[in-house]
């Protein structure tokens, strides 16, 4: 009785696929998605230029725009980071002791990602300006 549910859903799954065939590719995005997405860029190309006009080089420009936008993106990686490490430890970990030692881990190494994505733009903004007139 079970080789023959499965065997029907298989062939229900089989015959309820449908196919998808490839397109001409200019149609796919509209005018509007086009122009958001060139306006993206543009704002983003203004954003290095600035950050390369604040540095007076086009390295450092470069560098502080990356760690830029590495600060802001690691906010909520980490943030994800600790809760899977506050998981592993508060409630996995109650039933099965050696993974307790592991979500410890995360939050820990998490943290200190965070910590060192946040200072590091403060750090080379320092360095760079400070230092180097």
């Given at each position: 009785?079970?080789?023959?549910?499965?065997?029907?859903?298989?062939?229900?799954?089989?015959?309820?696929?449908?196919?998808?065939?490839?397109?001409?590719?200019?149609?796919v995005?509209?005018?509007?998605?086009?122009s958001?997405?060139?306006?993206?860029?543009?704002?983003?190309?203004?954003?290095?230029?600035?950050?390369?006009?604040?540095?007076?080089?086009?390295?450092?420009?470069?560098?502080?725009?990356?760690?830029?936008?590495?600060?802001?993106?690691?906010?909520?990686?980490?943030?994800?980071?600790?809760?899977?490490?506050?998981?592993?430890?508060?409630?996995?970990g109650?039933?099965?002791?050696d993974?307790?030692?592991?979500?410890?881990?995360?939050?820990?190494?998490?943290?200190?990602?965070?910590?060192?994505?946040?200072?590091?733009p403060?750090?080379?903004?320092?360095?760079?300006?400070g230092?180097?007139?």
């Amino acid at each position: 009785m079970k080789k023959i549910a499965i065997s029907l859903l298989i062939l229900c799954g089989i015959f309820s696929t449908s196919f998808v065939y490839a397109s001409n590719t200019s149609n796919v995005l509209d005018n509007e998605m086009t122009s958001q997405l060139v306006e993206i860029k543009e704002k983003s190309k203004k954003e290095l230029e600035d950050y390369q006009e604040a540095y007076g080089n086009e390295a450092y420009g470069f560098t502080a725009y990356m760690l830029a936008k590495i600060r802001i993106y690691s906010i909520p990686l980490c943030f994800i980071g600790i809760a899977v490490g506050a998981i592993w430890q508060y409630v996995i970990g109650i039933r099965k002791l050696d993974v307790h030692d592991r979500g410890l881990f995360l939050i820990v190494s998490f943290v200190t990602i965070f910590v060192i994505c946040q200072v590091l733009p403060l750090i080379f903004a320092i360095v760079v300006k400070g230092w180097r007139g």
